[in-house]
């Protein structure tokens, strides 16, 4: 019989605020906003992935 593991629950916060006007915009993208330590299962269930600690990034764009 396979054995069963159990890993702890998270719960993982994104934001991601933004500005726009007619021709420009910027956005700000924090991922794991709380810094949560969690896992994921990847295959079908066969692999597993620790998640990435919290990152951030930044996009502007101009609209032409």
Same mark, same amino acid.
């Given at each position: ?10 719960? @993982? %916060? $994104? &934001? *991601? ?7 420009? /915009?910027?956005?700000?993208? @924090? %991922? $794991? &906003? *709380? ?7 990847? /295959? ?21």
């Amino acid at each position: 019989a396979m054995k069963q593991i159990h890993f702890p629950s998270a719960l @993982v %916060f $994104n &934001l *991601s605020p933004f500005y726009e006007t007619k021709t420009w /915009g910027v956005k700000f993208n @924090v %991922f $794991n &906003l *709380s810094n949560e330590r969690y896992f994921t299962a990847n /295959g079908g269930d066969t692999r597993l992935q620790v998640n990435l600690p919290r990152r951030w990034d930044v996009t502007l764009t101009r609209k032409f």
